[in-house]
């Protein structure tokens, strides 16, 4: 497949880099001190069983740089999805998946107002990664990924993208209760984001500190 990452941090740097190392033809999408990184140097991932490797990845800023490809994994924050799926435009041919790994309930909506209904592929991830430094990705924890189709169905493509997924040896699914589930992560993200925002703290010290655990608890609970 011809892949972009639309947002190549810690979530995209991860899916690509492993895709790119298991042979697929990625190209990353990123911005400032990390693309001029990606470029002169590569993209290096550190894993959380302590490999690491280093890919020459493609890298631009600019998507019509690329052209159709047959899926754009997107991997930007929800407040820039509006801005990110027009961004796009110039990767989505009459088939590409755009295949959202972003936390929230309402991005399929964002990008289906911009592309019509058949793009859209929703996905949950619980990867844990970061930019550790322009060029540099370090995944704290990597657990299972899950897509699936909103209505259900078990689709070709949803199989292609999780078979190409589970080569390049990411822990993947493929679920036929993606609406309910993507709610689920929403629900205990809340949880979790009410705790560190009072607390002013990622979820390491939250839950190391005996007062904010109960108070991290206690959210959940709630939620």
């Known amino acids: 497949m011809r892949i972009a990452i639309m947002g190549s941090g810690g979530l ?14 990625v190209t990353f ?12 140097d590569g993209l290096t991932v550190k894993l959380p069983s302590s490999e690491e490797f280093t890919i020459d990845a493609k890298a631009t800023s600019d998507p019509g740089e690329i052209g159709p490809v047959d899926l754009v994994l997107f991997c930007v924050k929800t407040y820039d999805t509006d801005a990110a799926a027009e961004q796009i435009s110039p990767m989505v041919g009459p088939n590409t998946m755009i295949a959202s790994l972003q936390n929230g309930v309402d991005n399929g909506e964002k990008i289906e107002k911009v592309f019509g209904a058949g793009h859209y592929v929703p996905g949950v991830s619980y990867v844990n990664g970061l930019i550790e430094r322009p060029g540099v990705i370090f995944v704290r924890s990597a657990n299972m990924t899950s897509f699936g189709e909103m209505d259900g169905s078990v689709t070709p493509r949803i199989e292609q993208l999780v078979g190409s997924m589970r080569h390049a040896g990411v822990e993947v699914e493929s679920r036929t209760d993606m609406r309910s589930f993507l709610w689920e992560k929403f629900v205990a993200i809340c949880g979790v984001g009410g705790a560190e925002i009072l607390a002013r ?5 939250v839950l190391a500190t005996p007062e904010t655990k109960t108070c991290w608890s206690g959210f959940c609970r709630k939620s």
């Open 12 to 25: 995209g740097g991860y899916y690509g880099g492993m895709l790119a190392r298991a042979g697929e033809d």
């Open 29 to 40: 999408i990123a911005r400032g001190a990390h693309l001029e990184a990606i470029s002169a």
């Open 201 to 205: 703290q990622p979820i390491g010290p």
